[in-house]
């Protein structure tokens, strides 16, 4: 099974979907993987990704594969 998923129609690498959900460039991300949750905006299907945008942090990022919702683990 690949890595890449479909997200609102197009196809992302952990990479793209980390950039997706930061509004910016990513270092490294994660495979990505289904969340336990359904979206909060459509009930669609949510994916995760770890990434890093900078050397010191680690986000969690959710992103919805059908709308526009995204969220990410920041406080
Ligand atoms: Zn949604």
């Given at each position: 099974m690949?890595?890449?998923?479909?997200?609102?129609?197009r196809?992302v690498?952990p990479t793209?979907l980390?950039?997706?959900?930061?509004?910016?460039?990513v270092?490294?991300?994660?495979p990505?993987?289904?969340?336990?949750r359904?979206?909060?905006?459509?009930g669609?299907?949510?994916?995760?990704v770890?990434y890093?945008?900078s050397?010191l942090?680690f986000?969690?990022?959710y992103?919805?594969?059908d709308?526009?919702?995204r969220?990410?683990?920041?406080?």
């Amino acid at each position: 099974m690949g890595e890449n998923r479909v997200v609102q129609g197009r196809m992302v690498t952990p990479t793209s979907l980390a950039e997706l959900i930061e509004g910016g460039d990513v270092m490294d991300a994660e495979p990505i993987r289904d969340a336990d949750r359904d979206c909060p905006e459509c009930g669609g299907n949510v994916l995760v990704v770890g990434y890093m945008p900078s050397v010191l942090e680690f986000v969690t990022g959710y992103k919805c594969q059908d709308c526009d919702w995204r969220e990410t683990d920041r406080e």
